[in-house]
């Protein structure tokens, strides 16, 4: 069982750059396919990258070419860079096992991203 904790959110101005982190308190090796995701008040949350245990990479078209998914197993940590921000990207960033999505007991409090025009 892993416990997972996002930091690294803020402000930031529009096509500013920003990383986030995602810690696991157990060995993050344990999961294959880690996923960041996003959700805006009401909505649903929205998958926008992920990355294997083996490091590979897939993104959502709305953030390909600005977003950058890397693991580090040895630190236990799952990294999100984000370039060239957009005010589109304002929300709260979360990230989990993707197989764990359904389980409401899985998501932890989520890293808040504003980004201003």
């Known amino acids: 069982q892993v416990q997972l904790v996002e930091s690294g959110g803020g402000l930031v101005q529009a096509g500013g750059s920003l990383r986030l982190s995602c810690a696991a308190s157990?060995?993050?090796?344990?999961?294959?396919?880690m996923g960041w995701y996003r959700q805006a008040p009401g909505k649903q949350r929205e998958l926008v990258a992920t990355?294997?245990?083996?490091?590979?990479?897939d993104y959502a078209d709305s953030v390909k070419g600005r977003f950058t998914v890397s693991r580090d197993n040895a630190k236990n940590t799952v990294y999100l860079q984000r370039n060239r921000q957009k005010p589109e990207d304002t929300d709260v960033y979360y990230c989990?096992?993707?197989?764990?999505?359904?389980?409401?007991?899985?998501w932890g409090q989520g890293t808040q991203v504003t980004v201003s025009s």
């Open positions: 989990n096992d993707v197989k764990s999505r359904w389980n409401s007991d899985s």
């Open positions: 157990g060995s993050i090796f344990s999961i294959n396919r």
């Open positions: 990355i294997t245990r083996g490091g590979s990479a």
